[in-house]
């Protein structure tokens, strides 16, 4: 069970802005990475993993950030990311469960994909 006091870390939501495509077009999705928010919460290590991606290995770790519900945490989807402030590692948010009050959400993140 999750509690205030355990909402130690710095987290930064991110997503990729909406970008131009020079002839007055928007393309949506395609402007630089900008942080919409930034909150406190917590991370769990779940699990550690290697990939091979063109004949290279990468460390791919699995984690869950809890933080509090707020209005924000709505329009999060699995296209942002959460940047930990404190290590400056970046996680792509793969799946998002609130609890069954409705005070915290989990999200279920991966770290060190390409």
């Known amino acids: 069970m999750t509690g205030g006091g355990d909402l ?10 909406d970008g131009n495509d020079g002839f007055g ?6 402007g ?3 942080t ?6 917590r991370i769990e290590v779940r699990s550690g993993d290697e990939m091979v991606l063109n004949n290279v290995p990468r460390g791919v770790s699995t984690v869950e950030i809890t933080i509090r519900q707020q209005p ?4 999060v989807n699995t296209t942002w990311s959460i940047r930990d402030k404190r290590s400056g590692r970046s996680y792509n948010v793969k799946m998002m469960k609130p ?9 279920t993140a991966e770290g060190g994909t390409p």
Do not use: L
Not at 25 to 30: E, K, L, N, S
């Open 8 to 17: 130690r870390g710095v987290f930064e939501f991110r997503r990729k802005t």
């Open 32 to 34: 630089p990475v900008t």
């Open 72 to 75: 924000a945490t709505k329009a």
């Open 36 to 41: 919409i928010f930034t909150t406190s919460g």
């Open 25 to 30: 077009g928007i393309i949506p999705g395609a």
């Open 99 to 107: 609890d069954k009050k409705g005070a915290f959400i989990t999200f």
